[in-house]
């Protein structure tokens, strides 16, 4: 089973950039195509960004594109999020998981972004 685990977020104001990571172990014994989700208060997980195998590859959702970067170190088994210029309605949990064959969900991290 693959762990994963998310850092990095907090308390922020709109403008401000956060980075997220996410450590993903346990029987990985490939490079899967990431991806990070998050979940507003009072809403369904929504994708956020994803990226593939070698790191080529990404994808973002319409409402973050140009401002979030995702990355991945595969020497690590980490991926990451670079978010700048945020806004308030960015204030979610953001997780991490495996695209096309999701694991168990973490923790996740939590970002609010005030005004």
């Known amino acids: 089973q693959v762990q994963l685990v998310e850092s990095g977020g907090g308390l922020v104001q709109a403008g401000d950039s956060l980075r997220l990571s996410c450590a993903a172990s346990?029987?990985?014994?490939?490079?899967?195509?990431m991806g990070w989700f998050r979940q507003a208060p009072g809403k369904e997980r929504e994708f956020v960004s994803a990226?593939?195998?070698?790191?080529?590859?990404?994808r973002y959702a319409d409402s973050v594109k140009g401002r979030f970067t995702i990355s991945r170190d595969n020497t690590k088994n980490a991926v990451y999020l670079q978010m700048n210029s945020l806004k308030p309605e960015d204030t979610a949990v953001y997780y991490c998981?495996?695209?096309?064959?999701?694991?168990?969900w973490g923790q996740g991290t939590q970002v609010t972004v005030s005004s």
């Open positions: 346990g029987r990985t014994f490939s490079k899967p195509m």
């Open positions: 998981n495996l695209v096309g064959a999701p694991r168990a």
């Open positions: 990226i593939s195998s070698s790191g080529g590859n990404t």
